[in-house]
C-alpha cells in the first residue's frame, strides 16, 4: 500500500523558513521521481519542485526558484522540502506525490505565511 505522509508545516511570518518532509512507504522509493505541490484556498493544485530518483536532477516553478529547495534522503525514504524567504502568497496546503504512483496523495500539510 503505497503511503506518503507529509508534515513540518506550521504558522512563520513572511521572510521565515520552514522545512517539510515527506515520509514514503509501499513502493521503491529509491526508484521514483517525486514531486512537491501546493493548493491555496480557492485555486487549482499546482507543482512547486521535482526531483529525480538519486536526487541530481531538480526543478522548480519559477515563484519558488531561488527559495525553496528539494531534496531526499534514499536511506530513510524521504523527501524534504526546505523554503525560505517565506511570502503570504506561499500559503497553501504542501502535498507530496510520487512519479509511478500519482493518483496517490497523503493529507497534506498547511503552511500558513501570515505576520
Known amino acids: 500500500q503505497v503511503q506518503l505522509v507529509e508534515s513540518g508545516g506550521g504558522l512563520v511570518q513572511p521572510g521565515g523558513s520552514l522545512r517539510l518532509s515527506c515520509a514514503a512507504s509501499?513502493?521503491?522509493?529509491?526508484?521514483?521521481?517525486m514531486r512537491w505541490y501546493r493548493q491555496a484556498p480557492g485555486k487549482e493544485r499546482e507543482l512547486v519542485a521535482t526531483i529525480s530518483s538519486a536526487g541530481g536532477g531538480r526543478n522548480y516553478a519559477d515563484s519558488v526558484k531561488g527559495r525553496f529547495t528539494i531534496s531526499r534522503d534514499n536511506a530513510k525514504n524521504t523527501m524534504y522540502l526546505q523554503m525560505n524567504s517565506l511570502k503570504p502568497e506561499d500559503t497553501a496546503v504542501y502535498f507530496c506525490n510520487a512519479q509511478f504512483y500519482p493518483r496517490y496523495w497523503g493529507q497534506g500539510t498547511q503552511v500558513t505565511v501570515s505576520s
Open positions: 509501499g513502493f521503491a522509493f529509491s526508484s521514483c521521481a
